[in-house]
Structure formats: C-alpha cells, structure tokens
C-alpha cells in the first residue's frame, strides 16, 4: 500500500482551488472519441474517508474491458489534502488517486470515476481533472445528477435522456438496467460522450453501477479498515 504525502504548493483556499480548475479546463481533449468498448482494459477509481482520523484511501482496479475480469489492483493511502467544499471535491482526492494509479503493475486503459466531468458547474469534475493530468482517456458515472436537470429516460436499459445545465448538454442520465434509477455519466478527457455512454453500459451488464466503480468501492473500503485499525 502506497502512503501519499501532499504535494507541495496543492491549493489551500476555494479561490486558490478555481485558479487551478480554470487553468487545467482549457487543456481538456473533447475531439477524441476514445477506446471503443469491450476492447483492451478498463480502470474504476474511487476513494474512502475517515476525515476524524485525517485519512484518505484510494483504489484502482483495472478490469479486462471484454470480460470484466480483474487485472491488477493497487491502494494509497494519505491526508485528506482539501476540506469538504462542493465543486471542489477533487482537490481532496486526486493526489491519492494518482499514487494508487501509479502503483499499478500495468497500463490502466479507461479510467471510470465515481463522479463527474464535464457534468461540473466549472465543467471540470474529477473525471477532467484526472485525465489532464494523467493524459488517460476518463469518463465520469455519477450516482445523481448533482444540479443539473434531466427526464426521466426511457424504462429499459440502454435508454437515455440529455443532462442539461440550462440549455447546455453536459452528459447524460442512462439507464443500466430496466426500471432502476440511472446513472449519470459525463466526459472527462480524450472520450466522447456517445462512447462515454456505451463504456458505462457496457460495464453495467448485471447491476445498475459499472463493475470496475463497484470493485474500486469494495476495495477502497477494505483498505481504509486496515489503515485505520
């Protein structure tokens, strides 16, 4: 398990944190359609808190995008790097997501995030953040649609309804599995959102969430056990 310090200079305030995002905005690829689906390797991140403690636990799980096999797998642990401000919540997770990717035995394909994209008020969520600065194709698959509006889309699985920020098409909710709540998924960096929408249904083939955000969950959570017991 890798142990992650803060890096030096990481943004202090919320005004500090915004100079970033609208810094690393402007270097977000959106003309690339990315990987096609079921091709080559699948990556699902996601992080754990225990903010008493001041910890902080990431996992990475690559998954064989054909037949959601894993891979590799690897952990980070460090501080929480940022406190809790809505529209800045990459700023608390990214350099353990950096160093649990980093850690990985193999290339990591498509990196799935918990979160958002483009579907962000400054259109720069963690799936964006994490693909500038790793230059990795990057999808976000959110469990709400933050607060952006949407219609319900249709009840079976594979249909899908605009996610609007006024007029704006910022992703898409769509539906993974017949009559479950869908899931909102948004670009992040060097994939469009047509293909965005198909990785994510193409890691939904039983459950409502992407296999490689539900193995990423498992193994985050088992992690920050460990580093907190």
Known sequence: ???????????????????????????????????????GRVTGVDVAYDDERDVVVAAAVVLDAATLDVVAEATAVGRVSFPYVPGLLAFREIPTVLAALEALPCPPGLVVCDGYGRAHPRRFGLASHLGVLTGLPTIGVAKNPFTFSYEEPGVRRGSASPLLAGTEEVGRAVRTQDGIKPVFVSVGHRVDLGNACAHALALTPKYRLPESTRRADSLCRRALQQATS
């Open 1 to 39: 398990m890798t142990i992650v310090r803060i890096p030096a200079g990481w943004p202090v305030t919320e005004e500090q944190a915004r100079a970033v995002q609208d810094e690393l905005r402007e270097r977000v690829v959106l003309d690339e359609p990315g990987p096609p689906p079921g091709t």
